[in-house]
């Protein structure tokens, strides 16, 4: 099949994912499949019940080329999506004696003593389809050919089974269904709100997408101060497309040159800090108080990070704010431990203690309680000293506890992070 694009559904199944459970798997599909040409037009999430998926599915397959299922195949009573596939599609259940003997041995090398009976139901595949094994679990996943051009797939829901099954998966839709060649490019921002990024990376999308032979597609998403924008581009060659997607990127660093922070899928702000302090030959410790530790926990996610964080100190309280940091009493009598001056004192403190090229210092009020009139819930102090200066920032942030210190956190990266950046 060749096309310009595609679009496919997805249907999550359990009765879990309409009670609060979050379900993660629309934005993986969704980001794995878009270098494929393959767009997600819809979701769907589906109770545990046959009646509904069987719907569900039928209506996918009359409208997409592609459906995609998720959940619903393990051993249990309400583990219904090979059943209501096999309606859907039209195609019986066949008890395949393989499959059967694969997960006698799966328990077997467990030192179960025996499958229980139940299990024996996760042998049963639509005729006519083949297996995708899965080799993290026992619910094997199915893939069906229902008409030419048309794929039908039923995956486990568990993360850990599923996400490792999606090379077979994605290799598999690349040969089905021929796009063009498309090139896709990440880049990520933090410091700008995501409607101002919107507003100045648009119009050179729109003028980009004027180009006779190219298509340009673009997804904008905000998340606790971060900004991620991806780029896909189509053309009739590959190297049109790489030509095409690295001009954009190239217009949009210039004009978004202050919040840019990296190129990539999975480059993170604590690594584009962590790779600036190692150009640097340089080091960093933290005082926090809010933030719990969650802005050293950030800094020690990767791994060779002990070469540039040195350590920190959760001080919550004045007296070790005291102790440890060498914060004046008198200055937290006269200021308040949320505020300028003991941000200012809590780096210059932990950086003199640990001899560090920088220190960092947060107090805020994370909340839900302890806010006042001139000191409300979200109101945070971030500190950063240098060997030249002492600079510090106040934001006030809204959302829930974790919003806030997660946000901090962001906001102190990326105060670090600016201190690279060429002097403006």
Same mark, same amino acid.
């Given at each position: 099949?060749?096309?310009? !694009? /595609? #679009?496919?559904?997805?249907?999550?199944?359990? !009765?879990?994912?309409?009670?609060?459970?979050? #379900? *993660?798997?629309?934005?993986?599909?969704?980001?794995?499949?878009?270098? +494929?040409?393959?767009?997600?037009?819809?979701?769907?999430?589906?109770?545990?019940?046959?009646?509904?998926?069987?719907?569900?599915?039928?209506?996918?397959?009359? $409208? =997409?080329?592609?459906?995609?299922?998720?959940?619903?195949?393990?051993?249990?009573?309400?583990?219904?999506?090979?059943?209501?596939?096999?309606?859907?599609?039209?195609?019986?259940?066949?008890? &395949?004696?393989?499959?059967?003997?694969?997960?006698?041995?799966?328990?077997?090398?467990?030192? =179960?003593?025996?499958? @229980?009976?139940?299990?024996?139901?996760?042998?049963?595949?639509?005729?006519?389809?083949?297996?995708?094994? #899965?080799?993290?679990?026992?619910? @094997?996943?199915?893939?069906?050919?229902? !008409?030419?051009?048309?794929?039908?797939?039923?995956?486990?829901?568990? @993360?850990?089974?599923?996400?490792?099954?999606?090379?077979?998966?994605?290799?598999?839709?690349?040969?089905?269904?021929?796009?063009?060649?498309?090139?896709?490019? %990440?880049? %990520?921002?933090?410091?700008?709100?995501? &409607?101002?990024?919107? $507003?100045?990376?648009?119009? +050179?999308?729109?003028?980009? &997408?004027?180009?006779?032979?190219?298509?340009?597609?673009?997804?904008?998403?905000?998340?606790?101060?971060?900004?991620?924008?991806?780029?896909?581009?189509?053309?009739?060659?590959?190297?049109?497309?790489?030509?095409?997607?690295?001009?954009?990127?190239?217009?949009?660093?210039?004009?978004?040159?202050?919040?840019? =922070?990296?190129?990539?899928?999975?480059?993170?702000?604590?690594?584009?800090?962590?790779?600036?302090?190692?150009?640097?030959?340089?080091?960093?410790?933290?005082?926090?108080?809010?933030?719990?530790?969650?802005?050293?926990? $950030?800094?020690?996610?990767?791994?060779?990070? !002990?070469? =540039?964080?040195?350590?920190? /100190?959760?001080?919550? &309280?004045?007296?070790?704010?005291?102790?440890?940091?060498?914060?004046?009493?008198?200055?937290?009598?006269?200021?308040?431990? /949320?505020?300028?001056?003991?941000?200012?004192?809590?780096?210059?403190?932990?950086?003199?203690?640990?001899?560090?090229?920088?220190?960092?210092?947060?107090?805020?009020?994370?909340?839900?309680?302890?806010?006042?009139?001139?000191?409300?819930?979200? +109101?945070?102090?971030?500190?950063?000293?240098?060997?030249?200066?002492?600079?510090?920032?106040?934001?006030?942030? *809204?959302?829930?506890?974790?919003?806030?210190?997660?946000?901090?956190?962001?906001?102190?990266?990326?105060?670090?992070?600016?201190?690279?950046?060429?002097?403006?």
């Amino acid at each position: 099949m060749s096309s310009m !694009s /595609v #679009n496919g559904v997805l249907i999550c199944v359990g !009765s879990e994912l309409l009670r609060g459970k979050i #379900n *993660t798997h629309t934005a993986t599909l969704a980001r794995r499949l878009q270098p +494929l040409g393959i767009t997600l037009a819809r979701e769907e999430s589906i109770p545990d019940d046959q009646v509904a998926l069987t719907a569900a599915i039928r209506r996918g397959l009359a $409208q =997409y080329p592609l459906v995609i299922v998720t959940g619903g195949l393990g051993p249990t009573f309400d583990d219904l999506s090979r059943e209501a596939a096999a309606e859907a599609s039209g195609r019986p259940l066949i008890r &395949s004696a393989a499959l059967l003997r694969g997960l006698k041995a799966k328990f077997h090398k467990a030192r =179960y003593r025996a499958m @229980p009976p139940m299990n024996a139901r996760q042998a049963d595949v639509m005729r006519g389809a083949e297996i995708l094994p #899965n080799g993290f679990g026992t619910a @094997p996943g199915q893939w069906l050919e229902w !008409s030419p051009g048309k794929i039908l797939i039923l995956l486990p829901g568990p @993360p850990r089974e599923l996400k490792p099954m999606l090379d077979i998966v994605l290799a598999r839709l690349r040969r089905v269904f021929k796009t063009r060649p498309r090139v896709e490019r %990440h880049l %990520h921002f933090v410091g700008i709100p995501e &409607s101002r990024a919107d $507003q100045k990376i648009r119009p +050179l999308i729109r003028r980009y &997408s004027r180009t006779p032979g190219v298509q340009v597609d673009f997804t904008i998403l905000a998340h606790l101060g971060l900004v991620d924008f991806d780029i896909f581009v189509e053309a009739d060659r590959a190297r049109h497309a790489t030509r095409m997607a690295d001009t954009i990127v190239k217009a949009i660093q210039q004009r978004l040159c202050r919040y840019f =922070y990296g190129l990539g899928e999975r480059h993170t702000l604590e690594r584009a800090v962590g790779d600036a302090l190692l150009a640097a030959r340089a080091t960093v410790s933290v005082a926090e108080s809010c933030t719990g530790g969650l802005l050293s926990a $950030q800094l020690t996610e990767l791994p060779g990070s !002990s070469v =540039y964080f040195l350590g920190g /100190v959760v001080a919550y &309280s004045n007296r070790m704010k005291e102790t440890q940091l060498e914060v004046p009493a008198e200055l937290l009598a006269r200021h308040g431990a /949320v505020s300028a001056p003991v941000a200012r004192a809590m780096a210059q403190g932990i950086r003199a203690r640990v001899d560090s090229t920088y220190g960092i210092g947060i107090t805020g009020i994370a909340g839900p309680g302890g806010g006042t009139k001139d000191k409300p819930v979200g +109101l945070v102090f971030i500190a950063l000293a240098t060997p030249q200066r002492t600079r510090v920032q106040k934001f006030l942030f *809204t959302g829930a506890r974790d919003v806030v210190r997660a946000r901090a956190v962001t906001a102190a990266l990326d105060l670090l992070r600016q201190d690279f950046r060429p002097h403006r």
